[in-house]
């Protein structure tokens, strides 16, 4: 435990794509404050790091009747919730003219509108001392590249969802920001690499489009969240912050 868990109360924490990746990361990374966390994903089993009186709520977010359970859940754990970290989305690989229109629309929903469905039904339950919401976007909502722009037009979205947020929740005390990680080697992304012919050229090729060289770790994104998430991060809102290695900066 970190000394800043003796610095101040528990914080209340709902993380939504927390099955793996970055929102396993980020879990974690609260854990090790002291804080408290509710879990959600989509995948039925819970994850490995799933710790004793710890909840791991499984079921589609975009689907507003299991929103409404997970909000529910998370005032008889809770109470309050104090941050929000949202980090689940869907990417299809598709060029514009070949990808199915409800291809394109469960990319919009699982990337934007559901983050919309959580929002609003955590809002009424989030603190008026220290609340903060977090969106896990993209650098492809900032940058767009070919084969994914349904992807960069939700990521982008979001974004502007977050710095909209920000203005309208700012009377009621609660913070709204957005991260945009680059290329991050979680399980899902270590596994897509390793099924190409040459994973290892295919992997330093990526790199070699980050300024820094390299892939980011889940924990190099989830410091972030997790500082914009804290009390740390009192006077930020309507942020966007990028976590890329410098991709959007060259």
């Known amino acids: 435990m970190s000394s800043s868990a003796v610095d101040r109360e528990p914080l209340r924490v709902l993380i939504t794509g927390a099955s793996s990746g970055i929102g396993e990361a980020v879990a974690e990374r609260f854990r090790e404050a002291g804080d408290r966390v509710l879990l959600t994903g989509r995948r039925a089993e819970p994850p490995a790091s799933l710790r004793e009186g710890e909840r791991y709520l499984s079921g589609d977010l975009g689907d507003e009747a299991f929103v409404r359970e997970l909000a529910a859940d998370a005032a008889s754990e809770f109470g309050e919730i104090d941050a929000l970290v949202l980090c689940h989305g869907l990417q299809k690989d598709a060029e514009l003219t070949e990808m199915p229109v409800d291809a394109a629309a469960q990319v919009l929903d699982a990337n934007l509108l ?47 969802f977050a710095r909209a947020a920000a203005v309208e929740l700012a009377p009621q005390g609660i913070r709204v920001n957005a991260v945009a990680p680059g290329l991050t080697l979680t399980p899902k992304i270590a596994e897509s690499f390793g099924q190409r012919p040459d994973p290892e050229g295919y992997t330093a090729q990526r790199a070699s489009t980050i300024p820094l060289g390299r892939l980011a770790s889940p924990r190099e994104v989830a410091d972030p969240i997790y500082f914009l998430a804290s009390p740390a991060a009192s006077y930020i809102t309507g942020a966007v912050l990028p976590v890329d290695g410098g991709y959007t900066a060259a």
């Open 114 to 160: 559901s983050v919309f469905t959580v929002v609003k039904h955590a809002t009424p339950l989030m603190s008026r001392e220290r609340g903060s919401i977090v969106c896990v976007s993209s650098r492809l909502g900032m940058v767009g590249i070919a084969g994914q722009v349904l992807y960069s037009a939700a990521k982008g979205g979001l974004i502007m």
